[in-house]
């Protein structure tokens, strides 16, 4: 192979039937091109359960089984995050293509190695981002594209729910991913300035709520609220330009994108004053496809193609970046917390 584009069906592994994994199993089988012929996790339950809906996948605890079936065209790797960039080599160095759920992975430096790998080999790598997929973020990408909105000024997003608690990852790792990838491609700079803060309420050392802050060079800002500990399932991207501002709101069964003609307009007869003009609202059409579907397809149009997808490792790399940062703020404000609570109870700081 394999890393050629096939002549037929794209055969899939999936690896890891946690949570994510099914999904993306049911989805890579609806594809006419392609066909889930692999499936592997260590629980043996469930594999057993999964199996039943894919009768004609093989079942396996071992990734080593996937990587010696010369038929198999491309891995989908659905597991912790800690093991995305580790697995995601062992494919790549395989020969095949490989599919990453987000994060591409947990630190910088192994991101960018597996970058580099990807750069040298033949085969397609591509990560799961999934809201870059949405009809609905595509169409709030060409508004700003198109100058829609005027100038952009800010980007503010929220992700919250009283969700799953996690003890290998915090809330931004969990959550942060979807908004970090949104924000740098519709802003479509690097940020110049990051920072963030959070609190563990639940699991000592493990950010339930984290509030993120991205500065870009051209000026532009972005802030991130991501939290499993909230009341609401809120998922929402505003976008706020000089001449209209657009919000994106995930939960809305339609409508889910909005754009409003407000703003502050110079008075014609002064240079120095403004007025708030609050005009109407209205609400794109966009396609109610399922996203993760649009996302799994362009994996498969790619690796048929041979071309780059949309989410390579150079746009899982400035993900991971921005992410370590934001994490290296978060620790830094945590070992500045614990010294100042050590002094402040009488206790010699490193004692």
Same mark, same amino acid.
């Given at each position: 192979m394999?890393?050629?584009?096939?002549?037929?069906?794209?055969?899939?592994?999936?690896?890891?039937?946690?949570?994510?994994?099914?999904? @993306?199993?049911?989805?890579? %089988?609806?594809?006419?091109?392609?066909?889930?012929?692999?499936?592997?996790?260590?629980?043996?339950?469930?594999?057993?359960?999964?199996?039943?809906?894919?009768r004609?996948?093989?079942?396996?605890?071992?990734?080593?089984?996937?990587?010696? %079936?010369?038929?198999l065209?491309a891995?989908? =790797?659905?597991?912790?995050?800690?093991?995305?960039?580790?697995?995601a080599?062992r494919?790549?160095?395989?020969?095949?293509?490989v599919?990453?759920?987000?994060?591409?992975g947990?630190?910088?430096?192994?991101?960018?190695r597996?970058?580099?790998?990807?750069?040298r080999?033949?085969?397609?790598?591509?990560?799961?981002?999934?809201?870059?997929?949405?009809?609905?973020?595509?169409?709030?990408?060409?508004?700003?594209?198109?100058?829609?909105?005027?100038e952009?000024?800010?980007?503010?997003?929220?992700?919250?729910?009283?969700?799953?608690?996690?003890?290998?990852?915090?809330?931004? @790792?969990?959550?942060?991913?979807?908004?970090?990838?949104? !924000?740098?491609?519709?802003?479509?700079?690097?940020?110049?300035?990051?920072?963030?803060?959070?609190?563990?309420?639940?699991?000592?050392?493990?950010?339930?709520?984290?509030?993120?802050?991205?500065?870009?060079?051209?000026g =532009?800002?972005?802030?991130?609220h991501?939290?499993?500990?909230?009341?609401h399932?809120?998922?929402?991207?505003?976008?706020?330009?000089?001449?209209?501002? !657009?919000?994106f %709101?995930d939960?809305? =069964?339609?409508?889910?994108?909005?754009?409003y003609?407000k703003?502050?307009?110079q008075?014609?007869?002064?240079h120095?004053?403004?007025?708030?003009?609050?005009?109407?609202?209205?609400?794109?059409?966009?396609?109610?496809?399922?996203?993760?579907?649009?996302?799994?397809?362009?994996? =498969?149009e790619?690796?048929?193609d041979?071309?780059?997808?949309?989410?390579?490792?150079?746009?899982?790399?400035?993900?991971?970046?921005?992410?370590e940062?934001?994490?290296?703020?978060?620790?830094?404000?945590?070992?500045?917390g614990?010294?100042?609570?050590?002094?402040?109870?009488?206790?010699?700081?490193?004692?």
């Amino acid at each position: 192979m394999n890393a050629a584009a096939p002549s037929q069906r794209v055969r899939v592994g999936v690896v890891g039937l946690g949570y994510w994994g099914p999904n @993306l199993a049911r989805n890579f %089988d609806a594809l006419p091109d392609a066909e889930v012929t692999w499936l592997c996790d260590a629980n043996s339950t469930a594999l057993e359960r999964h199996a039943l809906n894919h009768r004609q996948a093989r079942t396996t605890a071992d990734l080593d089984d996937l990587l010696g %079936d010369k038929s198999l065209d491309a891995v989908v =790797i659905a597991t912790h995050v800690p093991s995305h960039a580790a697995l995601a080599t062992r494919v790549l160095e395989a020969g095949k293509h490989v599919f990453v759920e987000k994060p591409l992975g947990a630190t910088l430096a192994e991101t960018e190695r597996l970058a580099e790998l990807a750069d040298r080999s033949p085969g397609v790598l591509m990560v799961g981002h999934l809201l870059e997929y949405h009809p609905g973020i595509e169409r709030l990408r060409e508004l700003v594209a198109g100058g829609d909105l005027g100038e952009i000024r800010y980007v503010y997003c929220m992700r919250v729910n009283l969700g799953k608690l996690r003890t290998d990852e915090n809330a931004l @790792l969990s959550l942060g991913p979807h908004d970090i990838s949104v !924000a740098l491609s519709l802003v479509g700079e690097t940020p110049s300035e990051v920072w963030a803060r959070g609190e563990s309420y639940v699991n000592p050392g493990v950010e339930d709520v984290v509030f993120g802050y991205l500065r870009f060079p051209s000026g =532009i800002a972005a802030h991130l609220h991501v939290s499993w500990l909230d009341p609401h399932k809120e998922r929402r991207i505003t976008v706020v330009g000089s001449e209209r501002m !657009a919000t994106f %709101d995930d939960m809305k =069964i339609e409508g889910k994108l909005s754009v409003y003609d407000k703003g502050f307009d110079q008075k014609f007869e002064s240079h120095s004053e403004y007025m708030a003009r609050s005009g109407d609202i209205w609400q794109p059409h966009i396609s109610n496809e399922e996203p993760l579907r649009v996302e799994c397809r362009h994996f =498969i149009e790619c690796v048929c193609d041979g071309r780059a997808p949309r989410t390579d490792q150079h746009s899982g790399l400035r993900v991971v970046r921005v992410l370590e940062g934001l994490q290296n703020s978060l620790r830094e404000r945590r070992e500045a917390g614990g010294s100042a609570a050590a002094q402040a109870a009488g206790d010699p700081v490193g004692a």
